[in-house]
């Protein structure tokens, strides 16, 4: 654990807010755009207005054990009730805030709230439409008045009324401030900070109760892990309600003093980034896709010289930038010309996307490409990635700077410790952001806690030769081949996705002697290279089926084949045999989920013939199914594919691995 | 919060709204914060005198008579549609009420004042403004750069103080800009304040040529097919828009509209036109009722 009298004592958020009052006092904490102006609101500032809403919530009667919903966009205001709430000893919930009511009353009913904090009339209109649910909800608070004015105000009060009770009854009796006082004071870090709704593939979502030792001293560690300052700052812009935002944009604020700033609105986000220019950023792996998405469509409408320009420094970038970044050494005329590109090209890029001052960005929630995380970097952005869940506050595994592999989460953050369990590959941690249980759910919390304090991440992955953890899948997903070595499809699949030719794969093997793979052409990229090539082609299954875009996917499959032999813990998963299937994999045809996830299963039964022909040695299969138009009409494509048989490579040891790379 | 993002919107009047919010819709309910649904009172309480009366008025362009005869008022503080088949003479009409047509006969009667033949600019600034059936906005220029052209008429300071911009003409500008900002914030466009009004979709162009109107603070507001070429999501979020700035800006509004169910939703009284005669006036029910109204709509068997 963490060390040091100034943790020891500021062991809670509200006691870090009166320290940053007092230490920080005229530093920003929080800003804001509003009516196209930044507003700007000190630590003693925001030690204010907490203080006015804490004390006009006591007077509504929140007390010690309430649980109060927090529902909204992220906004200066709805941190403060977070912290109001905290400092009198109750539990902030935030909610999503895009989920429609009947998802809330679940969790609003779950969590027995007693006082609903929201943004504006949208959200209160959603409570109120479930409100003969929520026998236990006393108030209703809203931070934006329009469109309320006309409800009926007896339940209903406006956060600024609240805060504005709180003021008035401070100056008719100055002991209630030294009253609150001592109520932070009776705080313990054992107290539960907050409940974070896990929103769960499967089953209800589960309560996560996380204590003020969780939040505050994984907030302090990430802050010493990448040695952030009160001078560092960062745009809150991802639901409140999802534990990453909860531990960057509070708890490490909070216990690093760095600034948060909050967008005027979602769609404003981008915009209001580049004006900000934060030096910490969090994204999932979309928006840095959209991100490139849109710079090579702008830089496909600019000038010759520009587009000259730009790729020939791009080429510079993917040479050495990643080198640079490391402090790793590189040829003096590629660090010359990096330096001119930097001016040219990174720089300008960089501030485009609002990440002139960004020191350190991160990712996770699925696996990035590797193409398109090493681009970030190449341009200078010291992308990352790191690995943790809900239960963890979330940190589990971080990389570290000069030390970023793209197919690894990196190693274990500070006071994190892992172990892979035997047989099941499962990923166990133990660190100080361990959850103190779920919410009214023993029963979960028994089958993920093991007695000696372990955490069942439900993943399945491996440490690789440089300690870093690898995640393959979820460890329910993996199975294994009839040698009984591992086979993880997704992890398989999401390599093969990984190359531009490849728009969707399903591997087969569990079961069975050695891994198969239906693979979907891209028929965007490959149709593209069609056009340069002059192969003339009249529909996906003719293109699917071209003998050079066969020997193209041959040469992925193959580059993956080496690549998987020198993972140990995989090399069983490499793929013995495909096909390039004469269809689409399509939502219409239930061969995808809405959201575009393979459904396995399914695909296995409709294509049953092609997996067997897979694995009964044939040259040639064929099949004929039925496919949904658009338009609802139903037909049957038939087709003829040809199998490809692949070599495997011996898996490696780990040392040579290490060579390799 | 620091500042008072509530300002302009300072609550008018209230009613019962068929569009709108949850709460709105849903009847009775039980427990806590049960009586936070609106509170319903009657309609009289908001619609006051009359604020523009049309008298007698007929129309032509040459041989075409766009207009015949037609007599109708609207009180301040209502919503007053005027609807009808495509030719009926509706536009025409707004173009009558803003001053841009000056019809051969009858009489228009604004704020108690007779009008004479005079421009639409001085009809803007005796306080009508009005948004037009296919946007008229100025496409090259940003959404904050329309709005402010809608306080144009509001700038005080001449030429001089705004080629220099320092000093008083900035102050004012940043007082306008203020105005502005809040209607942006209202119409919840702040994403594209500054991206050319060319470049966006349909519905926002709609809505920034609302925002414009609306920077002239008018008394009278004129919507020639506000929810035209607009899904329905743009619809519910355009009637919203509608029903708030008259309810807390306690502007009054006529508008052209085809959807009926939008029309019947929002309006308190509907002026229907037919081949530039008046057929029927009356409340939404009334005129629903009426033969003349149906046969309008259906056609009438032979």
Known sequence: MISGASETQHDTIPKLLLRNGDIYGSRPAFREKDLGIWQTWTWSQVLEEVRALAIGLQNLGLSRGDTVAIIGDNRPYLYWAFTAAQSLGAIPVPLYQDSVADEMAYVLEHAEVSFAVVEDQEQADKVMSIVERLPRLKKLIYGDPRGLEDYDPADLHALRDVQRTGREALAADPGLGKAWLDTIAAGKASDVSVMLYTSGTTGRPKGVMLTHANVVVSGANANKFDHFTPDDSMIAYLPMAWVGDHIFSYGQAFAGGLTVACPESPETATEDRREIGPSYFFAPPRVFENMLTQIMVRMEDAGATKKALFQYFLGVARRAGEKVLDGKPVPLGDRLLYGLGDILVYGPLRNRMGFSNLRVAYTAGEAIGPELFSFFRALGINLKQLYGQTEASVFITLQPDGEVYPETVGKPGPDVEIKIEEGSGEVLFKSPGVFLKYFKNDEATASTKTPDGWVRTGDAGFIDANGHLRIIDRAKDVGRLNDGSVFAPKYVENRLKFYPEVKEAVVFGQGRDFATAFINIDLVSVGNWAERNNVIYASYQELAGHPEVLKMVERRVDDLNRSLASEPLVAGSQIRRFLILHKELDADDGELTRTQKVRRGFIADRYAPLIKALYDGSRIASISVEVTFEDGRKGRIEGEMAIIDMETYPAAAPAIKEAAE | ?302
């Open chain 2, 1 to 302: 919060m620091s500042t008072d993002t509530s300002m302009p919107l300072a609550p008018v009047a209230t009613r019962e709204v068929g569009v709108g919010t949850a709460a709105a819709r849903s009847g009775a309910r039980s427990g806590m914060l049960q009586n936070a649904a609106r509170a319903e009172r009657p309609r009289v309480s908001r619609v006051g005198d009359v604020l523009l009366a049309v008298e007698n008025v007929s129309l032509s362009f040459g041989g075409v008579r766009a207009i015949s005869d037609v007599s109708f008022d609207i009180r301040k503080g209502e919503i007053r549609a005027i609807i009808g088949p495509n030719g009926a003479g509706k536009t025409s009409m707004l173009n009558v009420i803003n001053g841009f047509y000056h019809p051969q006969q009858g009489a228009i009667t604004f704020k108690g004042e007779k009008r004479r033949e005079m421009r639409p600019y001085f009809a803007a600034t005796s306080g009508i403004s009005r948004t037009f059936q296919n946007v008229a906005l100025f496409k090259g220029m940003s959404t904050l750069d329309n709005m402010m052209a809608g306080r144009t008429l509001k700038m005080k300071r001449g030429l001089l103080w705004q080629a220099l911009r320092w000093g008083p003409a900035e102050e004012e500008e940043m007082r306008h800009r203020e105005v502005v900002e809040r209607l942006i914030d209202f119409l919840e466009i702040q994403h594209i304040r500054k991206q050319p009004v060319g470049k966006l979709p349909y519905g926002l162009q709609k809505r920034v040529e609302l925002g414009r109107a609306l920077a002239m603070e008018p008394e009278l507001l004129l919507l020639d097919e506000p929810m035209a070429g607009m899904n329905l999501e743009e619809k519910e979020d355009m009637s919203r828009f509608i029903i708030t700035v008259n309810q807390h800006l306690g502007t009054t509004i006529a508008l052209i509209e085809h959807d009926m169910g939008v029309v019947m939703d929002l309006s308190d009284r509907v002026v229907v036109l037919e081949y530039g005669r008046k057929i029927a006036d009356g409340t939404p029910d009334e005129v629903k009722r009426d033969p003349k109204v149906i046969d309008a709509y259906l056609g009438v068997s032979h």
